[in-house]
């Protein structure tokens, strides 16, 4: 049985140059023998958090859209890669409102301590996160990884590598920096890899 990598692009741009990283990464698992699964999150029905915490008591959300058929997917996968630009130094809002919404998860981990993730999988899910920055300033990826970090954890899906890109406004077009993608490939594969000895080792 094949791992499922979960791979989430929060550009709004689905030609640009995250989407493009994206796409090497995932060309990378895919090699390394894993089904990837891409969720464009920009183009999903997505309504923010409000916060009513009916997820306090059940693993479930108040809203109704297009992000609560993801929940029991993210119970399942076997690792995921982020990939998002910068944008007002932190995640774009399509992203960030897809993954607040996984309060539930939160909830189920932390207040009622029934993680909704299956025990099993909990030690062997990573992400890799990618990301550019316009910029290139030392702190362009604090907020992206702040976030990335605790949506992780509550994920049960350990942020264990990244793929930052600075100075995207003068870069322009990765098309011209081979290298970079092959990077992107690099890790993709890596992640895949150990996805795909995880789940050998508990078959």
Known sequence: MKPVIAAL???PRPEGNTALLLDQASVGARDAGCEVR???VPSLNVSP???IYLCRNQP???IKDDVNQF???FCEIDSMIIATPVMTMGIPGALKSFMDRFQVFYCAKYQRKTPLVPKEKRPHRRTLLISISGMNLPDNFDG???SAFSFCDILNCKLADEL???DMDTKIDLHNFPEILGEAYRKGKALGERAVA???KNE
């Open 60 to 62: 479930d959300c108040a």
């Open 71 to 73: 929940y029991s997917f």
């Open 164 to 166: 930052l890109v600075r």
């Open 198 to 200: 995880a789940v050998q």
């Open 144 to 146: 992206v990884r702040s």
């Open 9 to 11: 692009l929060g550009s």
């Open 49 to 51: 958090c409000r916060e």
């Open 38 to 40: 891409m969720i464009n």
